[in-house]
Antibody, heavy 116, light 109 residues
C-alpha cells in the first residue's frame, strides 16, 4: 500500500526556521516525483514545487522560488520542505503528494502555525 | 503562466441530482495533464480524474471527465451524500507550472 506520512503539527515564531518531512512507503521512492502543496486557512491549493528523489532534480513554482527549500533523502525515503525564516503568512496546511500532474497519493498534511 | 478558472464558485444541489463543473484555461492545455481532485473538510485532496477523462483507482463511475483545449468538465451523474465537497482542477503547463483552479464547492441544497 502506497503511503505518505508527514511529520506533526508545528507552532513557531516569526523568524524561526523549520523543516517538515514526508516519508514514502509501499512504492519505489526514487522513481516518482514528490510535490509540496500549500493550503492557507480557508483557501485553495497552491503548488509549491517538486523533487525527483532519484537524482534530486528540484523545481519550484515561481511564487515559491527562494522562499522555501525542497530536498530529499532517498536512503530513508523522505522528502523535506524547509524555511530559513518563517513569517506569519506561512501559516497554512502543507501537503506532500506523489507525482505532479496528477498527484495520485497524498500525505495527511502538516499544519504550520507561525505566531508571535 | 496558464490560469485556470472554475465555475460556478458554489453549486447547490440535492442528492441524486447531476453536477456539472467547469474548468477553463487561459491557454490550451494538453489533455494528458488535466486532473480533477476532491477535497472534503479536514482531509487531504483525493485524485478523481487524470488525463482529462481517466478515472483514478477506486473512483466510482458516477464521476466522469471530458474536454480538451481550454474547456474541461467534471460531471457527477447522481450526487451521493459523500460527494458534497470542494473540487479542484489542475493542469501541468511546464516543468514549474502545476496550477490549480480556485475550486468549486458542491453543497447540499
Amino acid at each position: 500500500e502506497v503511503q505518505l506520512v508527514q511529520s506533526g503539527a508545528e507552532v513557531k515564531k516569526p523568524g524561526e526556521s523549520l523543516k517538515i518531512s514526508c516519508k514514502g512507503s509501499g512504492y519505489s521512492f526514487t522513481s516518482y516525483w514528490i510535490g509540496w502543496v500549500r493550503q492557507m486557512p480557508g483557501k485553495g491549493l497552491e503548488w509549491m514545487g517538486i523533487i525527483y528523489p532519484g537524482d534530486s532534480d528540484t523545481r519550484y513554482s515561481p511564487s515559491f522560488q527562494g522562499q522555501v527549500t525542497i530536498s530529499a533523502d532517498k536512503s530513508i525515503s523522505t522528502a523535506y520542505l524547509q524555511w530559513s525564516s518563517l513569517k506569519a503568512s506561512d501559516t497554512a496546511m502543507y501537503y506532500c503528494a506523489r507525482g505532479a500532474a496528477p498527484a495520485d497519493y497524498w500525505g495527511q498534511g502538516t499544519l504550520v502555525t507561525v505566531s508571535s | 503562466e496558464i490560469v485556470l478558472t472554475q465555475s460556478p464558485g458554489t453549486l447547490s444541489l440535492s442528492p441524486g441530482e447531476r453536477a456539472t463543473l467547469s474548468c477553463r484555461a487561459s491557454q490550451s492545455v494538453s489533455s494528458s495533464y488535466l486532473a480533477w481532485y476532491q477535497q472534503k473538510p479536514g482531509q487531504a485532496p483525493r485524485l478523481l480524474i487524470y488525463g482529462a477523462s481517466s478515472r483514478a483507482t477506486g473512483i466510482p463511475d458516477r464521476f466522469s471527465g471530458s474536454g480538451s483545449g481550454t474547456d474541461f468538465t467534471l460531471t457527477i451523474s447522481r450526487l451521493e451524500p459523500e460527494d458534497f465537497a470542494v473540487y479542484y482542477c489542475q493542469q501541468y503547463g511546464s516543468s514549474t507550472e502545476f496550477t490549480f483552479g480556485p475550486g468549486t464547492k458542491v453543497d447540499i441544497k
